[in-house]
C-alpha cells in the first residue's frame, strides 16, 4: 500500500439526500429459518457513489449484491428490507420488481465473452438494449445513438459496431458490455468483478472508464472485487465481508489509518507488495470458513491472533467507530493501537538479497514455437536467457505473450520449432530424442506446480498416493527419500492430509500437495506457472512463502507470472516478454523500479496501487 | 443486460444434500434388479414346476391356484417359465455390457490418450458403424451363420463396441490435457501408468454408463432377436422367445405373453434409472468441490 494520506476526497462525501439503495438487515438462508450464507446485512448507497464490496471467494459478495435487486438464484430464502430509490422491492410483485431492476439497474460481468451472443454483432447487441427499454428508433436514430453510446466507452472505431464478440480483445468486450449496460442509462451499475479476467493494462483502462462514466453521469456504482487494491482505488467506501458477513466499513484511507479489524489487516498484509521485497510472506492462517459454520460467532475468531474465548460465543455486530468507519471486531478499541503496528509492520521493505549467480543450469537459445503449420505466427519468437545456479528467474508477461508455450517448451509438453534448451548441459529441445537414461535425469531435474490447484492433482487418487508415486521417481542420486510425512510437512500440512482425496481439500491446500509432488523428486528447478493466480489472497502469501523456503533449501525457482508484485518477492532476475519476444531483462529490483522499455513502464504502472490517483 | 449468468456456489450445496438419499423410484429400481439377478441365479430352483415339464392334458388355461399366471398352449407353467427364463434373458446382456465395456475402454483410453494409428482407425471404423443398420445386419449375419443365442450376443458386441469406443474416447480427450496428466508426465512416469493408473479411474463414470446403457440395449435387441427365431433356441424359456411363442396365445391366456414382455420392459426401465442415480453418484464423488 502506497502513502494513504495522498487519496483525494471522496466524492460520495458531499452528496446527501435519499439513499439510491439501502438495504438494511439482508439475510439469505437456505431454505426459510435454515442456516444462513450471508446475514445482517447494511448496505447504503448514495447517487453519484461507488461502493465496493470485497472479499475472499466464499464471502458472499455476488450473493448479496444479487439479492439487493431480487435476483438471487432459486432455492435461496432472503429476507430483510430491501430499498431502491426509496421503494421496498421486497413489498413489490415480481413484475414490479422487473421494471425497477430493468429500468434502474443495470449489471456488468466477469467474463464479457460469455455475457455476449457470440453470434450477434456489437451493434445489434447495443440496438436490442436500446430498444428493449421501449425506445422506438428509427435506423439512422439507432445508428446514431450506437456511434454516441460507443463513443462514451472510449469505442471511437466504428466498425467495431459491426464485429461480432469473438473478434474482440477482452478490454474491448468489456467495454461493449458497459456499453451494453449503459444502455438503459440506470441509476445504479453493479460491477461484478469486471476486470478480474483481464490484463493489468487493460484492466486500469477499464476502470477509468468506469470511473469516468460514474462521476459524468452521476450514477451509483456497486462494485464487486476481491482486489483490495482496486477497490481502494476506484470507490468511496467499502464494505469488507468475510464467510458472509460485513465486518469492516469504512472510506480506503481509513483502512489504513485507523484499520479497525484484524481480517482486514490480515488481508491488506497479505498482499504482496509491489513496490518492495517483504522479510516474510505472510497469508493469515487457516483458510475461509463456510458461512454457516460460524453464524453464532465472529466468523474470523478461529483464524484470528486477538480472538478470545468471548469471540465465539455470539456474532458480533458491525459497530461505529467513527461516523464513516464500522468495525465488527468486538475488541477493536482494545486492539487498535496493535492492528497499526501490525500494518506497519509489514510496510518494512526487506534488504533485497543478490545471491552469486554459479553454473548455468538452464540456458534456452534462439527459442521460436509456431503452432501453425505455415509458421504465420509466433507464439514464441526468439528467447534467450540463462538461468544461473542460486538465483530465482521471474518471467513476467501478460496473456498472450507467450509465457505458457515457454514454459511447455521446457517441460517437454510441446516441442519447440527452433532452438535450443540445455538443462544441466542435457539438450532438452527435443525430449523424443532422448533415451531413457537421459530422460530420467531431465525428469529428476526440472519439475512444474501447474497454475489451477482444481485439476493438476487427480481426482481419484489420495494425497498420499500422489506422492508415493511422484517419489517412486526419485532417482538414487537425489538422496534418501523422504516419507510422505516428511513431504507434507515442507509444505506446511499435517500428516493427516495424505488420507484426503484433493476434493476434501482447499485450494491452498492442494497447491500445497502440487508442491509437494515436485519436491519429491528434488529437482535443480522448480517451474512454477502462476502458481498462486487461482488463489485467494489470505493463502496466497501461504503459498509463496512455501516457495520461498523451496528455493532456500537450494531449489531455484523459475518463476512465470503476471503479477509485479509476487515477481517482486519471489526472484532475484527478472526477463519481460511482450508477444512471444523478451523486451527486458535484468535484476528484479532494477527492472521494476526503473523500467527501460516502455512496455515494462506501462505494466508497472498497471499495478493497482490502491489509492485514487491510480486512476486518474 | 441483466440477465444473471452465474449462479454462484450455491447449487452444489443443494445437490450435495440430496445425494444422500435414495429416490424411492430407484430404490424400487434396486429392488427389483436384484430381483431379477436372483432370479437369473435360483430361478430354475424357485420355480414351483419344472419349467419344460409339458402337460397335453392341460393345454392353455388362464391363471389357477396351482398355475398362477396359468399355462402355455404345451400346458407348460408360466410363472416358472419367466423364473427360469431370467437366466437366458439377463445373462446375455450382461455379456453384451461388460465386454463391449472392458474394450471399448482399451481401445477408447489407447485412441483418446496416444492418437496416431489407433485413432484414427479406431474413429474410421466407428464412422462406417454409425451407417450400417445394427439390427439388419445383426438378422443377416445371425441368419446366415444360422442363429443361436451367443452368436447374438457376439455379433451386438461387435456392433456396440465402435461407438462405445468414441465415447470413452471422447472422456479421455476431455481428461488428457489436464494439469495433472502433464505432471505425470513431467515426473516421467510411463504410458502405461499414466493410461491405467490416472486416467481409467476418471473415465470410469462414463464406463458405468456404457455398460448400464449397454446392458439395455443388449436386453432389449435380444429379446428382439430372440421373438424373430434368430437369438434363443426354439423351446427356451427367455422372454423374448416365450414372447414371440405365446403371442397367438392372447385371447386364451395373455399372461403367457404379457408376463415375459412386462418383465423385459420392467428391467429395462428398472436398469436405466439405477444407471442414471450410479452414473451421477459416481461423477459427482470424484468431482465435487467442497
Not at chain 1, 465481508?241 to 489509518?257: I, N, S, T
Not at chain 2, 398352449?73 to 416358472?80: E, T, V, Y
Not at chain 2, 462414463?206 to 428382439?224: C, D, K, M, P
Request: aromatic fraction near 4%; hydrophobic fraction near 45%; charged fraction near 20%.
Amino acid at each position: 500500500m502506497t502513502d494513504p494520506t495522498t487519496t483525494a476526497p471522496a466524492p460520495g462525501d458531499q452528496l446527501s439526500g435519499a439513499p439510491l439503495l439501502a438495504v438494511h438487515d439482508l439475510a439469505i438462508t437456505r431454505w426459510p429459518g435454515g442456516p444462513p450464507l450471508v446475514t445482517g446485512l447494511d448496505l447504503e448507497l448514495r447517487r453519484g457513489e461507488t461502493i465496493a464490496l470485497v472479499g475472499e471467494s466464499g464471502a458472499g459478495k455476488s450473493l448479496s449484491a444479487r439479492a439487493a435487486i431480487k435476483l438471487v438464484p432459486a432455492g435461496l430464502h432472503v429476507t430483510g428490507e430491501v430499498r431502491f430509490q426509496g421503494e421496498d422491492l421486497n413489498r413489490m410483485d415480481e413484475e414490479a420488481v422487473r421494471a425497477v431492476r430493468g429500468g434502474g439497474v443495470a449489471m456488468l460481468l466477469q467474463d464479457p465473452f460469455t455475457i455476449l451472443n457470440p453470434l450477434i454483432r456489437t451493434r445489434t447487441h447495443l440496438i436490442e438494449t436500446l430498444r428493449s427499454s421501449g425506445r422506438r428508433l428509427s435506423g439512422a436514430e439507432a445508428a446514431d445513438e450506437v456511434t454516441r453510446r460507443l463513443a462514451e466507452v472510449g469505442i471511437t472505431d466504428a466498425s467495431v459496431g459491426d464485429r461480432y464478440p469473438f473478434e474482440l480483445s477482452g478490454g474491448m468486450r468489456q467495454r461493449v458490455a458497459l456499453a451494453c449496460a449503459l444502455a438503459k442509462d440506470p441509476a445504479l451499475l453493479i460491477a461484478d468483478e469486471p476486470t478480474t479476467a483481464l490484463d493489468a493494462t487493460t484492466q486500469r483502462d477499464v476502470l477509468r472508464l468506469l470511473r469516468s462514466v460514474q462521476q459524468a453521469r452521476g450514477m451509483g456504482v456497486l462494485m464487486i472485487t476481491h482486489d483490495l487494491r482496486v477497490a481502494f482505488s476506484i470507490s468511496d467506501r467499502v464494505y469488507v465481508m468475510y464467510a458472509g458477513g460485513v465486518v469492516e466499513r469504512a472510506r480506503p484511507e481509513d483502512f489504513l489509518a485507523a484499520p479497525a479489524h484484524p481480517y482486514t489487516v490480515g488481508l491488506i498484509r497479505a498482499e504482496p507488495p509491489t513496490g518492495y521485497r517483504r522479510e516474510q510472506l505472510d497469508g493469515i492462517p487457516g483458510q475461509v470458513p463456510a458461512p454457516e459454520t460460524v453464524s453464532h460467532q465472529c466468523a474470523f475468531a478461529d483464524r484470528c491472533s486477538w480472538a478470545t474465548p468471548e469471540c465465539t460465543t455470539a456474532r458480533p455486530p458491525l459497530l461505529a467507530v467513527t461516523d464513516v468507519h464500522a468495525s465488527a471486531c468486538r475488541r477493536r478499541e482494545e486492539i487498535a493501537g496493535e492492528l497499526l503496528a501490525d500494518l506497519h509492520a509489514a510496510w518494512e521493505p526487506a534488504t533485497v538479497p543478490d545471491p552469486p549467480a554459479g553454473e548455468t543450469v538452464l540456458r534456452v537459445a534462439g527459442l521460436r514455437k509456431s503452432y501453425q503449420r505455415d509458421r504465420s505466427t509466433w507464439a514464441v519468437d526468439g528467447i534467450d536467457f540463462t538461468l544461473g545456479s542460486g538465483r530465482n528467474l521471474g518471467i513476467v508477461g501478460e496473456s498472450g505473450s507467450g509465457k505458457t508455450t515457454l514454459a511447455r517448451c521446457l517441460l517437454g509438453l510441446e516441442e519447440p520449432t527452433e532452438g535450443s534448451i540445455e538443462l544441466l548441459g542435457t539438450d532438452v529441445s527435443r525430449y523424443r530424442s532422448l533415451d531413457r537414461e537421459q530422460l530420467r535425469r531431465v525428469r529428476g531435474q526440472l519439475q512444474c506446480v501447474f497454475q489451477d490447484p482444481y485439476s493438476s492433482l487427480n481426482r481419484s487418487h489420495s494425497v498420499g498416493f500422489i506422492l508415493r508415486e511422484a517419489l517412486s521417481r526419485r532417482s538414487p542420486e537425489a538422496g534418501p527419500a523422504p516419507s510422505v510425512e516428511e513431504l507434507l510437512d515442507r509444505v506446511g500440512l499435517a500428516a493427516r492430509y495424505a488420507g484426503r482425496k484433493p476434493v476434501a481439500l482447499s485450494g491452498g491446500q492442494r497447491q500445497r500437495v502440487a508442491i509437494a509432488r515436485a519436491l519429491a523428486i528434488a529437482p535443480k528447478v522448480l517451474l512454477c506457472d502462476e502458481p498462486v493466480a487461482a488463489l485467494d489472497v489470505s493463502v496466497q502469501g501461504q503459498v509463496l512463502q512455501v516457495l520461498r523456503e523451496v528455493s532456500e533449501s537450494g531449489t531455484q525457482l523459475l518463476f512465470i507470472t503476471h503479477d509485479l508484485a509476487v515477481v517482486r518477492q519471489m526472484t532475484d532476475d527478472l526477463v519481460v516478454l511482450e508477444r512471444g519476444k523478451i523486451v527486458e531483462s535484468g535484476r528484479t529490483e532494477a527492472v521494476l523500479d526503473q523500467p527501460s522499455h516502455p512496455y515494462t513502464a506501462r505494466l508497472v504502472g498497471a499495478v493497482p496501487t490502491g489509492d485514487a490517483e491510480w486512476l486518474s | 443486460m441483466s440477465a444473471i449468468a452465474g449462479q454462484d456456489a450455491i447449487g452444489g450445496g443443494t445437490t450435495a444434500r440430496k445425494r444422500r438419499r435414495m429416490p424411492v423410484s430407484v430404490l424400487l429400481a434396486a429392488i427389483f434388479a436384484v430381483l431379477v439377478v436372483g432370479l437369473a441365479i435360483f430361478g430354475p430352483l424357485l420355480a414351483p414346476h419344472d419349467p419344460a415339464a409339458q402337460s397335453l392334458q392341460t393345454g392353455v388355461i388362464g391363471p389357477t391356484s396351482d398355475h398362477l399366471l396359468g399355462t402355455d398352449h404345451l400346458g407348460r407353467d408360466i410363472l416358472s417359465r419367466v423364473m427360469a427364463g431370467a437366466r437366458d434373458a439377463v445373462i446375455g446382456p450382461a455379456i453384451i455390457a461388460i465386454s463391449a465395456t472392458v474394450i471399448s475402454l482399451v481401445f477408447g483410453i489407447i485412441a483418446g490418450y496416444r492418437g496416431g494409428v489407433v485413432e484414427a482407425v479406431v474413429l474410421r471404423v466407428g464412422d462406417l458403424m454409425y451407417a450400417v443398420p445394427a439390427i439388419l445386419v445383426s438378422i443377416v449375419v445371425i441368419g446366415v451363420l444360422g442363429g443361436g443365442y451367443y452368436l447374438a450376443v457376439a455379433v451386438l458386441v461387435l456392433l456396440s463396441v465402435p461407438a462405445d469406443t468414441r465415447v470413452v474416447r471422447a472422456a479421455v480427450l476431455s481428461e488428457r490435457h489436464l494439469p495433472y496428466i502433464e505432471a505425470g508426465q513431467t515426473l516421467g512416469l510411463s504410458r502405461w501408468r499414466i493410461m491405467t493408473v490416472h486416467i481409467l479411474p476418471n473415465v470410469m463414470p462414463t464406463a458405468v454408463a456404457i455398460a448400464l446403457l449397454e446392458f439395455v440395449y443388449g436386453l432389449i435387441t435380444l429379446s428382439s432377436l430372440s421373438f424373430l427365431g434368430l437369438g434363443a433356441e426354439a423351446g427356451s424359456p427367455e422372454w423374448g422367445r416365450m414372447l414371440a411363442d405365446n403371442r397367438t396365445l392372447l385371447a386364451e391366456n395373455p399372461n403367457a405373453a404379457l408376463a415375459p414382455a412386462l418383465l423385459i420392459m420392467a428391467t429395462a426401465a428398472a436398469v436405466m434409472l439405477l444407471g442414471d442415480w450410479i452414473y451421477d453418484r459416481v461423477s459427482e464423488e470424484s468431482t465435487t468441490r467442497d
